[in-house]
């Protein structure tokens, strides 16, 4: 199996270390990370600018291609143009924070996925739940569970799956639970400050709140201990409004 990694927080993070090391004895690796931490730069890429990407060996001892780019700039520029045959897996983490609920849409690690999975390899996310002294080495096992799911999935499509881990101890974790995507997690504003000059700034807030959770979703299922895997799917259309408009418009239903 040929993987390829990628994440959000860099080519230096620990959590990119700790994947490596939980999949390397499962197959060939190829690791496509940004240069600088990109965390929240959801799906975007690189276009107004060349996209310049060097070798590296991280003091860590992590070899891979350090992007100047997004976590969706890497795993294109690894899978259209630079890992021959392509991959055969994408893994974006292991993040720092969880990107249950909403925060999906803004996160780089699911971009990262997404993307494999847009361009046909089947791919996950992995982050863990934010903790001042995070298991990696616990993440890395889950990770390894959730592959091993990845892997027999039969689907025309290639398949992304969004996992969290919660930020416990191994003993502590009660299991893997299938959810869907909990629709909130993104209703925080900002904090006002201001800066030494008498000027304002605006630093957004996490959003923390978490009383919508409601039971077979991702946030429920987390808090309550388990690790979860979400099905992502690309089509972003909004199928019960697609035949409200349809009626509208008087097109009655059918599919044109
Ligand atoms: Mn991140």
Redesign the pocket.
Known sequence: MRILLT???GIHAPGLRALHNAVQSVGEVFVFAPTT????VAHSITLLTPLRAHRLKTPGGLEGMAVDGAPVDCVRLAVKELVDPPPDVVISGI???ANEGLNAFY???VAGALEGGLLGVPSMAVSLEYTDSPHFDVAGEWTLRALDLLRRITSPRAPVLNVNIPALPAEKIKGLRITRQGLYGADEGYEHREDPRGGSYYWIRPDTDRSRAEPGDDVHALHEGYVTVTPLQRDLTDHDLLNSLRDLQGEGGAPA
């Open positions: 994440n959000d927080d931490e990109q965390s929240g993040n720092i924070g996160s780089g690690t």
